[in-house]
């Protein structure tokens, strides 16, 4: 029996070439302002349209600030590039969710919030973090951008396949850990690297009891452990997210697509090249320390000695820790922080403000601390309001920003400040990722939102 990524990939392939990599066909293209410019000039140089426009659909979201988006970019780049996709839209006939639209939002974050991903798709756009809309039960990976130019002229791409993981995590998670814990502990197990070259299949008891936003967020991270992509197969709590969205199919066709997503698993037989099962009791709230995401203990825990660490990676350790300013050994409960960041493709959702708000009620913003809440989409901005969750932000001493990709990387004007520690529910935390100097510990909602408050790196279960 096939494994589920079996089965979409195979339904999908145009052609196999001998000795050489498959011509798969793409369901959906998502573009954004950084990765498309150039494929868009390749167009052009070779007198090509784009082949099915209809299944393309472009947004800034790197570039743009998170405040006065009525205004123009400051920033020449970033402004050069917001309006370059709009003219490329425009002359090839795409959909385009514009600045300030109220379809506007991180590409990754809008996409299934509007039903534009489905169960047993394939998604690729020029984003490494395209792997989150995996949790609907598609197959969804990064591309670079001659690959983009590739799929706007001939809707398909040329890919070697991927070999099959599957990742059992079994149990239920404690109170206080949350789907973001259960990926930081992934990558600290398996490091960086250790999905490469693979596709993960998400499984057991902890993913089936995620909710939707919460297998978002742990396939968000799949490329964190160098994995292609990763997904979850769909499930009844898939179709009824999925069910009345904007562009999920409608009446008789909804019912034959459901019918067809039913199908959409691994069998009891199905053989994966690599299969690995950990326990939800092993997993507490965590926390980064280093300059990869696989740098993490939990918050309990120290950071490790340097017996601890094998000798080849010893002096990549040593400089990571000299870079944020850690000692071996050191615990970071208590640790000053100076920023706090909500929002990115991996922690911007309702479900995420929610675990926010659920920490910061009738308490108070540390006065030295600087927050940016930054909702991943307009819609995510109007079901915080229609829930009431601004005003509990509010009287806490929050406020809520525009959406966009923020602070997640220095692409824009939300950049902390060179030897800021920042506590961040985005996905990475390289060198100067948040900005020049920056220093980033990874963490999830809760966990922000008790560093928000106490001004240290804090355990939410405290507050739970």
């Known amino acids: 029996?096939?494994?589920?990524?079996?089965?979409?990939?195979?339904?999908?392939?145009?052609?196999?070439?001998?000795?050489?990599?498959?011509?798969?066909?793409?369901?959906?293209?998502?573009?954004?302002?950084?990765?498309?410019?150039?494929?868009f000039d390749g167009l052009r140089e070779r007198q090509l349209k784009c082949f099915r426009p209809q299944q393309v659909v472009c947004m800034p979201d790197h570039n743009i600030q998170t405040h006065?988006?009525?205004?123009?970019?400051?920033?020449?780049?970033?402004?050069?590039?917001?309006?370059?996709?709009?003219?490329?839209?425009?002359?090839?006939?795409?959909?385009?969710?514009?600045?300030?639209?109220?379809?506007?939002?991180?590409?990754?974050?809008?996409?299934?919030?509007?039903?534009?991903?489905?169960?047993?798709?394939?998604?690729?756009?020029?984003?490494s973090h395209t792997s989150t809309h995996g949790a609907v039960g598609a197959v969804a990976f990064g591309i670079g951008t001659s690959e983009v130019e590739m799929v706007l002229a001939s809707q398909c791409i040329l890919q070697q396949k991927p070999k099959s993981m599957r990742i059992n995590i079994n149990g239920k998670l404690a109170p206080g850990v949350t789907p973001k814990d259960v990926a930081l502990y992934l990558m600290a197990k398996l490091?960086?690297?250790?999905?490469?070259?693979?596709?993960?299949?998400?499984?057991?008891?902890?993913?089936?009891?995620?909710?939707?936003?919460?297998?978002?967020?742990?396939?968000?991270?799949?490329?964190?452990?160098?994995?292609?992509?990763?997904?979850?197969?769909?499930?009844?709590?898939?179709?009824e997210y999925v069910k009345g969205r904007e562009f999920a199919p409608k009446g008789d066709e909804w019912l034959k697509a459901v019918e067809y997503w039913k199908t959409l698993k691994s069998g009891d037989d199905a053989v994966f090249d690599r299969e690995l099962s950990f326990e939800a009791d092993d997993i507490e709230p965590r926390i980064t320390y280093g300059t990869n995401p696989g740098m993490g203990i939990g918050i309990s825990q120290a950071i490790p000695t340097i017996d601890q660490i094998d000798a080849k990676g010893r002096a990549s350790f040593s400089k990571a820790l000299?870079?944020?300013?850690?000692?071996?050994?050191?615990?970071?409960?208590?640790?000053?922080?100076?920023?706090?960041?909500?929002?990115?493709?991996?922690?911007?959702?309702?479900e995420d403000f929610r675990a926010f708000a659920s920490i910061v009620?009738?308490?108070?913003?540390?006065?030295?601390?600087?927050?940016?809440?930054?909702?991943?989409?307009?819609?995510?901005?109007?079901?915080?309001?229609?829930?009431?969750?601004?005003?509990?932000?509010?009287?806490?001493?929050?406020?809520?920003?525009?959406?966009?990709?923020?602070?997640?990387?220095?692409?824009?004007?939300?950049?902390?400040?060179a030897g800021k520690y920042c506590v961040s529910t985005s996905n990475r935390n390289f060198e100067g990722r948040q900005g020049p100097g920056a220093r980033t510990l990874l963490a999830s909602p809760l966990v922000a939102a008790a560093a928000a408050i106490t001004g240290v790196v804090t355990d939410p279960r405290q507050f739970i």
């Open 361 to 417: 009620k009738g308490r108070k913003k540390a006065e030295s601390v600087t927050a940016w809440l930054v909702p991943g989409s307009w819609a995510v901005d109007r079901q915080i309001r229609e829930e009431g969750i601004d005003k509990v932000l509010r009287e806490a001493g929050f406020e809520i920003r525009q959406p966009g990709c923020s602070a997640c990387l220095a692409m824009n004007d939300d950049k902390v400040p």
């Open 1 to 39: 029996m096939n494994t589920l990524f079996d089965k979409i990939w195979d339904k999908h392939v145009v052609q196999k070439i001998d000795d050489g990599p498959t011509q798969l066909y793409i369901d959906r293209l998502y573009c954004h302002e950084v990765t498309s410019p150039q494929a």
């Open 322 to 350: 000299q870079y944020m300013g850690f000692q071996p050994g050191e615990r970071l409960l208590g640790h000053p922080i100076d920023y706090v960041f909500l929002g990115a493709c991996t922690n911007g959702r309702i």
């Open 191 to 239: 490091t960086t690297s250790g999905a490469t070259g693979y596709f993960v299949e998400y499984a057991g008891e902890v993913v089936s009891d995620m909710s939707m936003e919460g297998r978002l967020t742990l396939c968000n991270l799949s490329i964190e452990m160098g994995a292609r992509g990763g997904f979850v197969a769909p499930d009844e709590k898939t179709f």
């Open 68 to 127: 006065d988006q009525d205004q123009p970019i400051a920033d020449p780049v970033s402004r050069a590039q917001v309006e370059a996709l709009e003219r490329n839209c425009r002359e090839f006939g795409l959909t385009h969710f514009g600045v300030m639209s109220p379809d506007n939002g991180i590409v990754h974050v809008v996409g299934p919030e509007k039903g534009l991903t489905l169960p047993g798709m394939t998604i690729v756009c020029g984003d």
